[in-house]
């Protein structure tokens, strides 16, 4: 019975420093994960910030607020001449001035003011929702309309299935100049990885 209840306990005693281990493992992990998710990785950077973005719907406008709150940066939204309403964002129309202006190569729509002093930016976050798998038009005509030579762009997305797929590389043309990054798709709020992409 000794030799019973004696290997009981150092099964117990086994299980119990097992857990704690365990648990102190787990605690270091949490930490470490948690401020990947919550706090924005050091910036090594004096550089002048500009987070540019497009949103219809408030998404990218919240991902672009927290790249702003995060980086310091300068916020300003691309706003369109004439608004979208809410006909032309019907996609599943074919007709709608948003498939006609994905599906118009040339399609430039005008915006709505200007960033002022350009040139003293020297990284610019753009910011877009994916339509039919590309960036709206307007982002065209925004980087058609000033000189980004020597600039880094990072660019960013927001959608509720689609990848970022081409988007990004297929603006490249309208800022040949610039320093492309790779940018993301951003779910959430978690822009740390984007933002570390400055550095």
């Not at 753009?126 to 590309?134: A, L, N």
Request: charged fraction near 15%; aromatic fraction near 10%.
């Amino acid at each position: 019975m000794t030799k019973k209840f004696l290997g009981i306990f150092l099964v117990i005693a086994m299980a119990l420093f097992g857990l704690t281990a365990c648990a102190g493992g787990n605690s270091e992990g949490n930490d470490a994960g948690d401020s990947g998710l919550t706090d924005p990785p050091p910036l090594t950077t004096d550089a002048e910030i500009l987070i540019a973005y497009f949103s219809c719907t408030k998404n990218t406008e919240g991902v672009a607020k927290s790249i702003q709150e995060q980086t310091e940066g300068t916020l300003y939204e691309i706003v369109p001449a004439v608004a979208y309403t809410t006909a032309d964002l019907a996609y599943n129309n074919s007709d709608c001035r948003a498939n006609r202006e994905q599906n118009d190569a040339s399609a430039r729509p005008e915006i709505s003011g200007s960033v002022e002093n350009i040139e003293q930016y020297d990284v610019v976050f753009i910011g877009y929702p994916i339509w039919w798998g590309q960036a709206p038009k307007i982002i065209y005509t925004f980087l058609e309309s000033y000189d980004f030579s020597g600039k880094t762009i990072i660019p960013f997305c927001t959608s509720g299935s689609s990848s970022m797929g081409t988007s990004a590389t297929n603006l490249h043309t309208s800022a040949p100049g610039a320093i492309w990054k790779s940018g993301a798709r951003i779910s959430g709020s978690n822009v740390s990885s984007l933002i570390a992409q400055i550095n």
